[in-house]
């Protein structure tokens, strides 16, 4: 995925989009974005990854703490964290930032 703005030899840096709306309960995290007639609802291990971008990070960075928070394999939990960014980033959930 191209990041506009974003020089193509450094890793996007990715947070929460602040202009979200969220609601955290035992069902997960439901989060409307700005743009969105629809809230999306993020369940199981998709709860950890948007706690996760609390804070500025590549997608490597988060995947390598998943991976050891759930004692995953690195490169399947790689795949899973950039294309679950995408799908968020493509809704607006989540924003690349400048480094």
Do not use: Y
Request: charge should be negative.
């Amino acid at each position: 995925m191209s990041v506009p703005g974003h020089h193509p030899s450094t890793p996007a840096r990715w947070v929460r989009n602040p202009d979200v709306l969220t609601r955290r309960g035992a069902f997960g995290v439901l989060l409307l974005a700005p743009t969105a007639d629809q809230p999306l609802l993020l369940e199981g291990t998709g709860v950890d990854l948007w706690d996760a971008l609390d804070r500025p990070r590549t997608g490597g960075d988060v995947a390598a703490e998943l991976a050891s928070v759930f004692d995953a394999d690195p490169a399947t939990v790689a795949a899973d964290v950039r294309a679950a960014l995408e799908e968020l980033g493509a809704v607006d959930l989540v924003v690349s930032v400048e480094s």
